[in-house]
T-cell receptor
Framework: ETGVTQTPRHLVMGMTNKKSLKCEQH?????MYWYKQSAKKPLELMFV???????ENNSVPSRFSPECPNSSHLFLHLHTLQPEDSALYLC??????????????FGPGTRLLVL | AQSVTQPDIHITVSEGASLELRCNYS??????LFWYVQSPGQGLQLLLK??????LVQGIKGFEAEFKRSQSSFNLRKPSVHWSDAAEYFC??????????????FGQGTTLQVKP
């Protein structure tokens, strides 16, 4: 248990569906992250939020829409996804991303399958 | 191009044997260096990290890593592997030193299998 929870753990959706992934951290951190982990590819950073403000968008398609209402919660809204978006989506948090030295604490991920 | 390379995609060792996982980086300045482990069905957990100072870094679960500037490497080692070490291991960097947004750049990962 790392203090970062993600729901749901598994999700199957059609290409026309709209769904949301939820992440919650109980560590009192200020920064939260979304990563995509695809088979045979390195983990890819998608978004970074620091004090609820988005500080990094790694050229992510607009069909992925993040939301960070407060420092403890992070959502990833999904709509009109493609089969190649099937992956494990990991959420992480840290205290202060600007130092570059922070440990990031990861949740267990949401396994997404797009049909 | 800036990159993090883990040359070994898959490694199999016998329980009790020593282990070394390789990591090379390609950045102009020495980045901040990390090793994470991902057990099946779980998120990533930090094993150790290096920013400066002593080039031999001790981590959790009996792991250590050595930074070698001349080789642009940060290899992970363990003297005696346990079956519970079977997992995927990721080397990662934060390009130093300024303008950080927490962007971790990961290698492709090395899957470790442990034989009884």
């Amino acid at each position: 248990e790392t203090g970062v929870t993600q729901t749901p753990r598994h999700l199957v959706m059609g290409m026309t569906n709209k769904k949301s992934l939820k992440c919650e951290q109980h560590l009192g951190h200020n920064a939260m992250y979304w990563y995509k982990q695809s088979a045979k590819k390195p983990l890819e950073l998608m978004f970074v939020y620091n004090f609820k403000e988005q500080t990094e968008n790694n050229s992510v398609p607009s069909r992925f829409s993040p939301e960070c209402p407060n420092s403890s919660h992070l959502f990833l809204h999904l709509h009109t996804l493609q089969p190649e978006d099937s992956a494990l989506y990991l959420c992480a948090s840290s205290q202060d991303p600007t130092s570059g030295q922070e440990t990031q604490y990861f949740g267990p991920g949401t396994r997404l399958l797009v049909l | 191009a800036q990159s993090v390379t883990q040359p070994d995609i898959h490694i199999t060792v016998s329980e009790g044997a020593s282990l070394e996982l390789r990591c090379n980086y390609s950045y102009g300045a020495t980045p901040y260096l990390f090793w994470y482990v991902q057990s099946p069905g779980q998120g990533l957990q930090l094993l150790l990290k290096y920013f400066s100072g002593d080039t031999l870094v001790q981590g959790i679960k009996g792991f250590e890593a050595e930074f070698k500037r001349s080789q642009s490497s940060f290899n992970l080692r363990k003297p005696s592997v346990h079956w519970s070490d079977a997992a995927e291991y990721f080397c990662a960097v934060v390009p130093a030193p300024s303008g950080n947004t927490g962007k971790l750049i990961f290698g492709q990962g090395t899957t470790l299998q442990v034989k009884p």
